[in-house]
């Protein structure tokens, strides 16, 4: 099921700031136009940017006196709009915390979230100061009361199913165990999904709002990921979960959680191009094509 173009606002929006990460604004962009074209409106929020500026933890978040207003943008347009169904295009994950504020407003009960990712994203800013990892968190309407003052409508733990989600930490796991989350994991992506059906069923889900994190992919399936980073040492990001399934794993997952409903959000997140980002900027240096 699908809504109709002309009421799906498309909603580019190159946050770098919420994964303190310079690349993630050419990334957003390249992946605009690697997205098929739509007949909808398109709107861009403006995104502060400058390669050479360094962002400070601003009282527990890096970069917040930029963060903050973007997000607002991010609010602004969408109710200039008003629309029956949104696409994101970040940018970090924090990108989906307006878009999805207002599907859960709009939907409520009705509304599921798919959250498709290696992380559950479920910190706060006393745990952790990029508020990229923060989002679903906020969005629970918990955290950083700079983040929650976007949540109107606090979206339940029994709405949110994970997809992918590996390997977390102690804490992550805690909490997930606590408040009784569901997560689809990888090994179960792999052969035959009976979760995700069983809690569209169980939770009334009538729309989906779906979260894919790039970081989902495995880095020996796809390479424009944050694991894949050539400019930081091997052993940069030991520790920390990685992806395990594959494109084609992506489009299984949501294609069964939409065959029963109608999905309204789709924001797609963590795209890391270094090859096109290096040429970028190889291209910048050559004659006749950089600026003098």
Request: hydrophobic share 40%.
């Amino acid at each position: 099921m699908s809504v109709e173009n002309n009421k799906t606002l498309r909603l580019l929006m190159p946050q770098w700031q919420g994964g303190n990460n310079h690349a993630y604004h050419f990334g957003a962009q390249l992946l605009a136009w690697l997205a098929p074209e739509t007949n909808g409106p398109v709107e861009e929020v403006n995104v502060a940017f400058d390669e050479s500026r360094q962002l400070k933890n601003e009282n527990g978040i890096v970069g917040r006196s930029e963060i903050i207003p973007q997000i607002q943008h991010a609010k602004e347009l969408i109710e200039k709009h008003s629309p029956e169904s949104l696409v994101v295009l970040g940018g970090d994950c924090l990108v989906d915390l307006a878009p999805f504020a207002y599907l859960q407003e709009k939907y409520g009960d009705d509304l599921g979230i798919l959250w498709v990712d290696a992380h559950p994203d479920i910190m706060t800013s006393e745990d952790f100061e990029h508020s990229h990892a923060s989002v679903l968190r906020a969005l629970m309407g918990e955290g950083d009361s700079d983040l929650t003052s976007f949540v109107s409508t606090p979206i339940k733990a029994s709405k949110v199913m994970y997809a992918g989600v590996n390997n977390e930490s102690e804490f992550e796991a805690d909490l997930l165990k606590e408040r009784n989350m569901r997560v689809c994991r990888p090994e179960e992506i792999k052969t035959d999904i009976t979760s995700i059906q069983k809690w569209v069923e169980e939770e009334n889900i009538k729309v989906l709002a779906i979260h894919l994190d790039l970081d989902v992919l495995s880095i020996a399936n796809f390479g424009s990921l944050l694991f894949k980073n050539p400019n930081v040492p091997e052993d940069a990001y030991e520790g920390i979960a990685q992806g395990q399934i594959t494109m084609e794993d992506v489009v299984k997952v949501i294609n069964v959680a939409s065959e029963k409903t109608e999905v309204v959000g789709l924001g797609i997140a963590e795209h890391l191009p270094w090859d096109s980002l290096n040429l970028k900027n190889m291209l910048g240096k050559l004659p006749l094509l950089g600026r003098k």
